[in-house]
Every structure is written in C-alpha cells, then in structure tokens.
C-alpha cells in the first residue's frame, strides 16, 4: 500500500513571501502520478498542481512549483509571492498510474497561513 | 470547466434515521466517481469507488451495508448513510472522473456535512 506523508502540520509565511511544503511518499510503483491539492475554508478541493512520474522536468502553475526527487520519494510544493487568498489546507496525494483507477491516496495535510 | 455538484450542503438527522447525498456531475458524464470522508482536520479518506451500472467497490474497512452506493446514472452517484449514529458524523466529499482515460482528470464535489444527533 501506498502512504503520504505530509510532516508540517502548520506553516505560516508573509504576503508576498515564499513557503515551501514538503511531502514525502512511500510505493513500489515505478508508473504513477503526484498532486498538490488546496483545500480553503470553503473546503472544496481545488488542484494546485499534478506532476507524471516519469517526467523528470519539475511541473510549474504560475506561482506554485514542485520540486520532484524520485529516488528520494519526495514531492514538496514550493508557494511563490504568497497571496492572502493562499491561505488553506494544502493536500499531497498518490495515485497508481494505468489500471489503478485513479484512487487516490492523500497525505494529512499543512495549514497555511498568509499573514497581512 | 468542469462542475462537480453535491446536495445536500449539509444535513442533520436523528440516530437511526439514513440519509442520502447526491454527487452529480452537471457539464460531463462521469463513468467513475468518488466517495470520501474526511473528519475534522483530518486528511480525506476514500471510501468506495462508484461504478455507472455496476456495484461499488469499497474500501477495507468500510461498511457496504451501511454506506449504500448507487451510480445509476452517468451523471449521478448517491451515497446513502443508513440507520446512521453519531460516530457517522463528518464532512463526506465525492470526486468524479471527466473522461475514460487512466489519467483523466478527477473533480471534487463541494462535500456535505453530516451531523447525527
């Protein structure tokens, strides 16, 4: 079985300021997909960024970036010029590529808070 | 885009009563959807994976008897909570799939609130 591991329970950064939240996993699989899911207060869950494993070159959305070390099993999301509106809980989640059918398994979660 | 809609908000109910929750998907048809459960500052939990047409597939632990699943449609999943208790409570949210495709896209239902009183 697959586990995430999300080890920042609360993270706190200035407006404008950059924050970096790490997440590490553990699988077997050579084929598969991360994520980074933001959940606001609102809690609908909104994807930040989604990342194929076998792709080496780190995936970017405009202000939020991955840093992607396989070997390491690690997958940390990196909040460029934080906003106000950044402020939520942020997901990491696993899913097994190809016939797995897309379940996905997330990690317990960083609050982040954008402080004014 | 692609909606992913989910009724109701939130809901009370008395022990023992059940509920229904319904996931529709109101831009795309959804083959596959999704059911979570996610306690207060807690990570989401997946439940069962709803298939149009045919059973559920639950996870380990979880009870088919008590959580009814229903995909009747391509549009529309359900999640019944039967005979509920107050340990039922928690934030139920669904997912479904936009496309066939392994990799396609999952969209999240804005979740349900339930609390058994």
């Known amino acids: 079985a697959q586990t995430v591991t999300q080890s920042q329970p609360e993270m706190s950064v200035q407006e404008a300021e950059t924050v970096t939240l790490s997440c590490t996993y553990d699988t077997s699989e050579n084929n598969y997909y991360l994520f980074w899911y933001k959940q606001p207060p609102s809690r609908q869950m909104i994807l930040v960024i989604r990342?194929?494993?076998?792709?080496?070159q780190n995936a970017t959305e405009n202000r939020f970036s991955v840093n992607f070390q396989k070997a390491a099993k690690s997958f940390s999301l990196k909040i460029s010029d934080s906003q106000l509106g950044d402020t939520a809980m942020y997901f990491c989640a696993f899913m097994k590529g190809e016939a797995a059918g897309n379940k996905l398994t997330f990690g317990g979660g960083t609050r982040v808070l954008v402080k004014p | 885009g692609a909606v992913v809609s989910q009724h109701p908000s939130w809901v009370i109910c008395k022990s023992g009563t059940s509920v229904k929750i319904e996931c529709r998907s109101l831009d795309f048809q959804a083959t596959t959807m999704f059911w979570y459960r996610q306690f207060p500052k807690q990570s989401l939990m997946l439940m069962a994976t709803s298939n149009e047409g045919s059973k559920a597939t639950y996870e380990q632990g979880v009870e088919k008897d008590k959580f009814l699943i229903n995909h009747a449609s391509l549009t529309l999943s359900t999640l019944t909570v039967t005979s509920a208790h107050p340990e039922d409570s928690s934030f139920y949210i669904c997912?479904?799939?936009?496309?066939?495709?392994?990799?396609?896209?999952?969209?999240f239902g804005n979740g349900t609130r339930l609390t058994v009183t």
């Open positions: 990342q194929e494993a076998y792709k080496q």
């Open positions: 997912s479904a799939k936009k496309g066939s495709s392994y990799n396609s896209p999952l969209h």
